[in-house]
């Protein structure tokens, strides 16, 4: 496997299931994120770990839980969620330094949620 | 402040054609101007990236143009084919701000063969 990974590619849940999403890079990036895109919208984003360290919570509901054991993997734990929560989540990793110089963005395909 | 308006929502060209999208700032903080490309069923993907201390970098048929006075900056494929049939997203960040990118809403761009 190459570049950033995640699974599953669709879900579909109910409001009432437990669900988690994964994400993998195998780039050795520092940097890990996931955004919510809805049509029409802005990427938003949700939530950044760098050096495994959450540093951005953008005001996500707590029905959305991150976890990140390692700078590789990433998870967002899904728990009663809410029509509006379908879209297509994205997992992204990047290679940072401390002092916040920028760096590229790599993407995963993104998970299809739908919640029913 | 810390948004990025994009327009438009959607453009058609024709093939050969010059497609141009537009994005407005308004955080002077912000120096690293990147633009994603997505395809269907894809993660956006980087294609041209310029910083403020230039008004113009050029990639093959991928152009942008930044306006720092201005605040704005814009994308624009040159000899449009319809491969290039794709959302393009201009996003901007700041150095100082951690690692928050601020995306537009996105364009989808459409090539006529």
């Known amino acids: 496997e190459t570049g950033v990974t995640q699974t599953p590619r669709h879900l579909v849940m109910g409001m009432t299931n437990k669900k988690s999403l994964k994400c993998e890079q195998h780039?050795?990036?520092?940097?890990m994120y996931w955004y919510k895109q809805s049509a029409k919208k802005p990427l938003e984003l949700m939530f950044v770990?760098?050096?495994?360290?959450?540093?951005e919570n953008n005001s996500v509901p707590s029905r959305f839980s991150p976890e990140c054991p390692n700078s590789s993997h990433l998870f967002l734990h899904l728990h009663t969620l809410q029509p509006e929560d379908s879209a297509l989540y994205l997992c992204a990793s990047s290679q940072d330094v401390p002092s916040g110089s920028r760096g590229e963005q790599f993407f995963g395909p993104g998970t299809r949620l739908t919640v029913l | 402040q810390q948004q990025v308006k994009q327009s438009p929502q959607s453009l058609i060209v024709q093939k050969g054609g010059i497609s141009i999208i537009n994005c407005a700032y308004e955080n002077t903080a912000f120096d690293y101007f990147p633009w994603y490309q997505q395809f269907p069923g894809k993660g956006p993907a980087l294609l041209i990236a310029i910083r403020p201390d230039v008004s113009e970098k050029k990639e093959g048929r991928f152009t942008i143009s930044f306006n720092k006075s201005a605040k704005q900056f814009s994308l624009h494929i040159m000899d449009s084919q319809p491969g290039d049939s794709a959302t393009y997203f201009c996003?901007?960040?700041?150095?100082?701000?951690?690692?928050?990118?601020?995306f537009g809403a996105g364009t989808r761009l459409f090539v006529k063969a």
């Open positions: 770990y760098n050096f495994k360290e959450q540093t």
């Open positions: 996003a901007a960040s700041s150095g100082t701000g951690g690692f928050k990118t601020i």
């Open positions: 780039l050795g990036h520092n940097a």
